[in-house]
């Protein structure tokens, strides 16, 4: 309804109220007090205004809400490379930002007791083979009756502790990037290397040359921007409105085009700001989203059933929303009178122009009459009791 539409039925249900009135019901009225949550009207004017009333509907809402967040990274997507000895850097070409791949060579480092574990390595394989050679001897012996089983104790405790002694060296071998299979005694060295264990982009880089790094030190960290997730935060109120699948629409920086998320995984938990989170993998590829970035997303909330009216039934004033519902019939001065009362109620989504209303604790929905039509016209009235009045 437009803008003049609601002047002239004002202007008519204020001509109606001035001249139909009788003097004896005006004086009456003046004498009466009006509460400040009632509107009242007669019959005539209640005509004038359309208004009808009605039931509040219980339907299958869908809508949108409008969350705020930022771009993170999966756990399993980013990782922090350390020198589980430490040792000195002896080099590397790498500087925050490049782009590298699993398995790719990030420095070099050297340290002394890589030398040591390599030559302990191959000199207790060197005497493990020669034990699991007089192990199987012995065994033989003993089995034909030739060897003591004192002596063939004695050759197995020996061959099993220097089995562990082997197992043990090539875990530490493994653990610095040396792979014991392809070591021998020509390949001894000092150095060893330093490899991405994620395909990504450098986010950080903390060597040069000559430094020494020990086994706590950071030396990079790697991000796999392939894929990324969002992590929302959401107002308690809205807990049931989010679930597993959804879509998001989310926007970065100043930029018009909006990217793609679905919902993986709603909250589980309330916050102490009464906020809770919400996580949502990015699809598709998105050149300019990067983790960390602060994001608006927009959610497509599913069809869940909430107490509804047609939307002109919602009015709103100095920044409140408000539906009116009837309230009783009286007589004054033989003439017919309806109350309605203004109850304050808060939005919620809207769709196919009906609009989701939370109402106030202890409202009776199945027995309250709601003015379904006529509502902005009752505003009018409201607001301008004072001109009514004749």
């Known amino acids: 309804m437009s803008k003049y539409k609601y002047i002239t039925t004002f202007l008519l249900i204020a001509l109606i109220a001035c001249n139909g009135t009788p003097k004896k019901a005006e004086e009456s009225k003046a004498e009466e007090v009006i509460p400040e949550d009632i509107v009242e009207m007669r019959a005539d004017q209640i005509k004038l205004a359309n208004i009808e009333t009605g039931s509040i509907e219980m339907r299958a809402m869908s809508g949108t809400l409008k969350v705020n967040g930022t771009i993170a990274v999966a756990p399993q997507n980013m990782a922090t490379v350390c020198a589980p000895m430490g040792g000195f850097i002896k080099s590397t070409t790498l500087m925050p930002g490049n782009s590298v791949t699993k398995g790719q060579t990030l420095a070099v480092i050297e340290n002394q007791e890589f030398v040591d574990i390599q030559q302990s390595y191959l000199e207790a394989k060197n005497k493990f083979e020669f034990a699991e050679g007089e192990f199987k001897r012995h065994t033989e012996l003993y089995k034909n009756e030739v060897y003591s089983q004192q002596n063939l104790q004695q050759v197995t405790s020996d061959y099993k502790s220097l089995k562990s002694q082997v197992k043990a060296l090539e875990q530490k071998l493994t653990l610095i990037g040396i792979n014991p299979d392809n070591l021998h005694e020509d390949d001894i060295s000092s150095s060893v290397k330093i490899v991405a264990p994620i395909s990504g982009f450098l986010k950080t880089v903390n060597i040069n040359l000559g430094k020494f790094v020990a086994p706590a030190d950071v030396m990079f960290e790697i991000i796999n921007s392939d894929k990324l997730f969002l992590e ?159």
């Open 232 to 390: 929302l935060t959401m107002f308690e109120k809205d807990a049931d409105k989010v679930a597993q699948g959804q879509k998001i629409r989310f926007f970065i920086n100043n930029e018009t085009e909006p990217h793609e998320a679905i919902i993986t995984q709603p909250g589980r938990a309330i916050d102490a700001d009464k906020t809770y989170k919400v996580y949502a993998n990015v699809t598709g590829v998105c050149k300019n989203v990067l983790p960390g970035m602060y994001v608006n997303a927009i959610i497509e909330t599913s069809g869940n059933q909430v107490a509804s009216l047609p939307s002109d039934a919602v009015v709103s004033f100095d920044d409140k929303d408000f539906i009116f519902i009837f309230d009783k019939n009286k007589e004054e001065a033989g003439q017919p009178f309806t109350e309605y009362r203004i109850i304050e109620v808060h939005k919620g989504v809207t769709d196919g122009g009906f609009t989701e209303v939370i109402l106030p604790e202890g409202f009776n929905i199945t027995t309250a009459k709601v003015v379904l039509k006529g509502a902005y016209n009752l505003l009018s009235a409201k607001k301008n009791a004072g001109e009514m009045a004749c």
